[in-house]
């Protein structure tokens, strides 16, 4: 079975800095990104990055957050800097992988809370 295993959540002030990491099972996975979910809101996505290394961010983190994955661990990693307290949420991992018969099989984490406060 496949398995995302997060970690690097935690408590901090307001432009402080957290670094998460998701560590996936199996073959390596055509996209990993970052999703989060606040009380009371919709999951959003944050960012993305494909197997080759491109990657895509909604606006309100660019400039802070970075990206990145290291296909021989299976591993995406998320940078974030400049924390503010709007991106207080769970963050869930994301894996997909696209089949020749054009099914998606996805798979999420269970989450590592991030909360920005002073």
């Known amino acids: 079975q496949v398995q995302l295993v997060e970690s690097g959540g935690g408590l901090v002030q307001p432009g402080g800095s957290l670094r998460l990491s998701c560590a996936a099972s199996?073959?390596?996975?055509?996209?990993m990104g970052w999703y989060r979910q606040a009380p009371g809101k919709q999951r959003e996505l944050v960012a993305t990055?494909?197997?080759?290394?491109?990657?895509n961010y909604v606006d309100s983190v660019k400039g802070r957050f970075t990206i990145s994955r290291n296909n021989s661990k299976n591993t995406v990693y998320l940078q974030m800097n400049g924390l503010k307290p709007e991106d207080t949420a769970s963050y869930y991992c994301?894996?997909?992988?696209?089949?020749?018969?054009?099914?998606?099989?996805?798979?999420w984490g269970q989450g590592t809370q991030v909360t920005v406060s002073s």
């Open positions: 994301n894996a997909r992988r696209t089949l020749y018969d054009n099914t998606v099989l996805v798979y």
């Open positions: 199996g073959s390596i996975f055509d996209t």
């Open positions: 990055i494909t197997s080759g290394g491109n990657t």
